[in-house]
């Protein structure tokens, strides 16, 4: 079984996006007995606080089926656990680091070095543009399935 956990900033936007994106690109696949798929903030200032409502907006529209959660923290035992963790952008790797420390075993990446981009996955916390942000986690996790089927 492959577990990849999804790491973003609060866990109210981004990260969930990804975690139900996934679990919709690999559904589809028929291959939901292979993966185990979750997310996590990295920050403790959402903790406890449902998918954001512009979130659940796009993922409707888009037809990505998703549930109620509530936003957690990673810790290192999440490290120790998860095959892959996948980040948004490079803030959310830098404070990773005061989690995890080094990442002695190759586990983080960011979610767009998938798709062969160096760079971040557009933040709608501070846009408010939803529709660039799933376009972008989408591209990314169909990369990061592709190259693990």
């Known amino acids: 079984m492959t577990k990849i956990l999804f790491i973003c900033h609060g866990n109210i936007c981004r990260s969930p996006m990804a975690e139900f994106i996934m679990k919709h690109l690999v559904s589809e696949a028929g291959r939901c007995d292979s993966f185990e798929i979750a ?7 959402e ?3 449902d998918l954001y409502p512009p979130a659940k907006r796009i993922l409707t529209a888009k037809n990505i089926p998703f549930t ?46 998938w798709a062969h981009k160096n760079r971040d996955v557009a933040d709608p916390w501070y846009t408010g543009d939803f529709e660039t942000a799933y376009n972008d986690i989408d591209e990314g996790c169909r990369a990061l399935l592709g190259n693990i089927i």
């Open 39 to 45: 997310s996590a903030a990295v920050s403790t200032e």
């Open 47 to 49: 903790i406890g606080n």
């Open 68 to 113: 109620h959660r509530s936003a957690r923290q990673m810790t290192r035992a999440d490290y120790n656990y998860y095959d892959h963790i996948i980040c948004m952008d490079h803030s959310n790797l830098r404070w990773l680091r005061y989690i995890i420390g080094d990442d002695s075993d190759g586990k983080v990446s960011l979610l767009m070095s």
